[in-house]
């Protein structure tokens, strides 16, 4: 059997001799927040770290790469309404990622993916890289997997263009990653609005997600079956191993 790609899963002198090869470190970032009355708090975890777990043991045979532990809280204040949910603020999130990016710079490694699973990260995440990479020599770069992979997603869904939340995409990549985790008697009550309201002006806010979605869910999570998040999870897996092996995303 090959080789965990999972640092957690790896021991120091395994981790050391990784770093000697200048493996590509993908680091997992995702949110525990509320995802509707059918699905656990941990979606964005489970779902981040399966699917760079998948893109680890595809891409491990040509090209040395190890997953770092998955940031498993992020920023979700929007979601606190409903309970379930921890949130970081913005001070703490970048002090967060750049004492993890510190910790794999420091063990000799050299480029760092980010991959996120949660959209509330997003903008976080992209007014952090210039402190990445003014505060430390690594090659970081970061993507956030729905939307690396959503010209290959949008034809697996029926009724939505692109993942939502709590909806058809997440529910089912949780049939396909994590079943034990969905609660198929609650999946009747697992629909929202189509999509997030766009705010009328040319104003930005913050609003919570309960001022639009009394379910915490955006989509419609009937949809889901297993079979979708099979195709889901592949064409995922495939979109990051296409970004470890893309010579143009690291120079
Ligand atoms: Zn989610």
Same mark, same amino acid.
């Given at each position: 059997?090959?080789?965990?790609?999972?640092?957690?899963? /790896?021991?120091?002198?395994?981790?050391?001799?990784?770093?000697?090869?200048?493996?590509?470190? !993908?680091?997992?970032?995702?949110?525990?927040?509320?995802?509707?009355?059918? /699905?656990?708090?941990?979606?964005?975890?489970?779902?981040?770290?399966?699917?760079?777990?998948?893109?680890?043991?595809?891409?491990?045979?040509?090209?040395?790469?190890?997953?770092?532990?998955?940031?498993?809280?992020?920023?979700?204040?929007?979601?606190?309404?409903?309970?379930?949910?921890?949130?970081?603020?913005?001070?703490?999130?970048?002090?967060?990622?750049?004492?993890?990016?510190?910790? !794999?710079?420091?063990?000799?490694?050299?480029?760092?993916? !980010?991959?996120?699973?949660?959209?509330?990260?997003?903008?976080?995440?992209?007014?952090?890289?210039?402190?990445?990479?003014?505060?430390?020599?690594?090659?970081?770069?970061?993507?956030?997997?729905?939307?690396?992979?959503?010209?290959?997603?949008?034809?697996?869904?029926?009724?939505?263009?692109?993942?939502?939340?709590?909806?058809?995409?997440?529910?089912?990549?949780?049939?396909?990653?994590?079943?034990?985790?969905?609660?198929?008697?609650?999946?009747?009550?697992?629909?929202?609005?189509?999509?997030?309201?766009?705010?009328?002006?040319?104003?930005?806010?913050?609003?919570?997600?309960?001022?639009?979605?009394?379910?915490?869910?955006?989509?419609?999570?009937?949809?889901?079956?297993?079979?979708?998040?099979?195709?889901?999870?592949?064409?995922?897996?495939?979109? !990051?191993?296409?970004?470890?092996?893309?010579?143009?995303?690291?120079?």
């Amino acid at each position: 059997m090959a080789r965990s790609p999972m640092w957690k899963e /790896l021991t120091a002198a395994e981790i050391r001799a990784l770093a000697d090869q200048d493996a590509t470190v !993908i680091l997992p970032v995702a949110s525990m927040e509320q995802h509707g009355p059918h /699905l656990a708090v941990g979606v964005d975890t489970v779902l981040c770290e399966g699917i760079c777990r998948l893109a680890a043991e595809a891409a491990q045979n040509d090209l040395p790469v190890i997953v770092a532990p998955t940031l498993w809280c992020g920023m979700a204040e929007h979601h606190m309404a409903y309970g379930g949910t921890f949130t970081f603020d913005i001070p703490t999130y970048r002090a967060v990622l750049m004492a993890f990016l510190k910790s !794999i710079e420091r063990h000799g490694f050299t480029k760092v993916l !980010i991959v996120n699973g949660h959209g509330g990260n997003i903008s976080a995440l992209a007014s952090f890289l210039g402190d990445f990479a003014v505060e430390t020599k690594l090659k970081v770069r970061a993507t956030t997997y729905f939307e690396l992979a959503q010209a290959a997603i949008d034809p697996i869904l029926e009724d939505q263009e692109r993942i939502r939340h709590a909806c058809e995409g997440e529910t089912s990549l949780m049939m396909a990653l994590a079943p034990d985790l969905v609660r198929h008697d609650k999946l009747s009550g697992a629909v929202g609005p189509a999509r997030t309201t766009p705010l009328p002006l040319g104003v930005d806010r913050y609003r919570s997600f309960r001022s639009f979605s009394e379910t915490g869910v955006v989509g419609d999570a009937r949809k889901a079956t297993k079979e979708k998040g099979d195709r889901l999870a592949a064409v995922c897996r495939d979109a !990051i191993v296409a970004v470890l092996k893309d010579p143009e995303a690291w120079a």
